[in-house]
């Protein structure tokens, strides 16, 4: 699926299929752009390869934004109040796509709210400085993984391919988009890290002027 939505239990259905349960309200939905990520958390579930290959968030090829146009243009929008982009991979792997794409929602429905869930790494893949790209009045919240309240945990966990630097990288980059999108958010997941791990990850976020969310393990 290239455009889904989300159900109760972290269930990934059709948009037709929400509004089929759902008939009322409005919703998040969500576009999934690559497989590709430059980490491979121990508790992701595309790096468990078999099962992430029978997953309807599985993608065979990469949409083109062509192609996620004519999805969104499908989509009923007086029932959505947030596209997120997320899936089952690294959104900012395809950066000019996702840019384009949250131009074209902006211009076309420029009520809906949009959203990036990401690992925070995009500066060290595109070894540039990231944050800019997000301005403009494109972007209204960046979702970042922060996962763990020091480099080597960080590390042990998202087995990013960036080593050590990473998390330093992924807090610089948290401060400095923040110049650029509204809302900026740092995660943790909850079965992952203990309350003491969470607790020093509030810490980390506070010192920074930055919101922490505790997100549900089927979030991920
Ligand atoms: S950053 Fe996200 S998509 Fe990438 S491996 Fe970690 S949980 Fe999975």
Redesign the pocket.
């Known amino acids: 699926m290239i455009v889904y939505a989300v159900d109760k239990g972290g269930e990934y259905i059709t948009v037709e299929e929400s509004l089929r349960r759902h008939p009322e309200g409005k919703r998040s939905i969500y576009v999934n752009l690559t497989n590709r990520?430059t980490?491979?958390?121990t508790?992701?579930l595309?790096?468990m390869k078999k099962m992430a290959e029978e997953h309807s968030l599985w993608l065979k090829e990469e949409p083109s934004a062509e192609l996620v146009k004519s999805e969104l243009g499908r989509v009923p929008w007086e029932y959505v109040e947030e596209v997120v982009f997320c899936g089952?991979?690294?959104p900012t792997m395809r950066l000019e796509v996702l840019k384009e794409l949250l131009r074209y929602i902006k211009s076309v429905q420029p009520q809906v709210k949009t959203r990036v869930n990401t690992?925070g790494l995009s500066d060290l893949y595109f070894k540039r400085d990231t944050a800019p790209d997000f301005g403009g009045g494109i972007l209204d919240t960046v979702s970042i993984?922060l996962n763990a309240s020091n480099a080597e945990r960080y590390l042990e966990l998202?087995r990013s391919e960036f080593g050590i630097d990473s998390f330093d990288a992924m807090l610089s980059f948290a401060q400095h988009v923040k110049e650029y999108v509204p809302e900026v958010v740092l995660t943790v997941v909850d079965h992952v890290e203990d309350d003491g791990e969470i607790a020093l990850c509030k810490k980390i976020c506070d010192e920074r002027g930055l919101r922490l969310r505790v997100r549900p393990y089927e979030d991920?």
């Open positions: 990520c980490c491979a958390c508790f992701c595309r790096t089952f991979g690294e690992n993984s998202t991920s």
